[in-house]
């Protein structure tokens, strides 16, 4: 790289700094405004609160505002927010799936082989890439010499660790602690008088089952932790959440409107479409989170070598075939 071309990087670079930190000032004074703007524990009520607090009971019977506000009042927002999290989680996959398997019917793989070799002559052939697709290998298919834990491994080996699951402490923590919290998630979504909801029953579900994988490997959860049961599953999640609100509005002429009959308060039955909406989200959400955390730890890399890499491979390759080339025109030869 030559001076004029360092000095036109380190430019950028100053350039992209300055931006940073202009930004990062603008951020912090925007918060800072809003927290000085935010109203103190003596200042009346903005309006918002004052119409949940006082429809909240008659209207909904729940005797918890803020679940009115977030599936009732504001169930048009909660809505679009629920639908920001599946745009991501098919970003994600969309990302983050494997190659098809095409069927070849005019040599088109073999074509494709031969066009990669001459754009990338040393692809395949380095000991670190071989190395990396080996441990890749091993890391997502199942392998019958591998341990299924480190307690069936011998003390004191040297080996790396490559157990599916992990020891007998942390698996039996994860099989007692994910008791409690499923049911603190499915508390969370079902009262709707107490503060709660969908969304964290949904993450608190989606970490349960998380936790399990991490104590218990891949080959243990592959059933639960599928894409062919949670797309479905996720699918079903987000018709029902359009479905509740969609029926608000045929029905009684608004979006996020009650529709179904409300029981007393304090039941599971008040709130009306509240605990509907709720239940719907969970579904939603916790498919959702599962299946971009699976899609990422899934992910294969592309261990192709990039652009400088490449090219100071092909300036190797042509100095050692130039140097073949002379050896073998020389006279001595």
Same mark, same amino acid.
């Given at each position: ?11 950028? %670079? ?14 912090? %004074?925007?918060?800072?405004? *809003? ?154 979504? %079902? ?56 029926? *608000? ?73 130039? %140097? ?10």
């Amino acid at each position: 790289m030559s001076r004029q071309q360092e000095d036109e990087v380190l430019l950028v %670079a100053r350039r992209r700094s300055v931006f940073a930190m202009c930004l990062v000032a603008a951020t912090a %004074a925007l918060f800072g405004g *809003g927290m000085l703007a935010v109203s103190r524990e003596h200042s009346p009520l903005p309006g918002i609160a004052r119409f949940a607090l006082t429809t909240a009971l008659p209207k909904w019977h729940t005797t918890e505002p803020v679940n009115e506000i977030v599936y009732g009042s504001r169930g048009f927002d909660t809505f679009g927010e629920t639908f920001l999290l599946l745009a991501a989680v098919v970003s994600i996959t969309t990302l983050t799936r494997a190659r098809e398997r095409r069927r070849e019917q005019a040599g088109e793989a073999r074509a494709g082989s031969r066009e990669q070799q001459e754009v990338d002559p040393a692809s395949g052939s380095s000991p670190q890439e071989a190395e990396a697709r080996q441990a890749e290998a091993e890391e997502t298919e199942d392998d019958p010499n591998v341990a299924d834990t480190p307690d069936a491994r011998a003390l004191g080996g040297q080996q790396p660790e490559r157990a599916e699951s992990m020891t007998v402490v942390v698996r039996v923590a994860a099989r007692v602690v994910a008791v409690p919290l499923t049911v603190a998630a499915v508390y969370l979504c %079902a009262w709707g008088y107490s503060p709660g909801g969908g969304f964290p029953a949904g993450a608190a579900l989606a970490g349960v089952l998380l936790l399990l994988y991490a104590a218990f490997g891949m080959p243990r959860m592959r059933r639960v932790l599928s894409p062919e049961l949670l797309e479905p599953l996720e699918l079903l999640g987000a018709l029902a959440i359009i479905a509740v609100e969609v029926l *608000g509005l045929v029905l009684r002429g608004s979006v996020s409107a009650n529709w179904l009959p409300l029981g007393p308060p304090q039941t599971i039955r008040s709130g009306g479409v509240l605990q509907a909406f709720s239940v719907s989200e969970l579904l939603e959400v916790s498919t959702g989170i599962l299946l971009a955390v699976v899609g990422l730890l899934k992910m294969r890399h592309d261990w192709s070598p990039d652009e400088e890499q490449a090219g100071q491979a092909g300036e190797e390759q042509a100095g050692e075939r130039q %140097a073949s080339t002379d050896a073998k025109s020389s006279p001595g030869r």
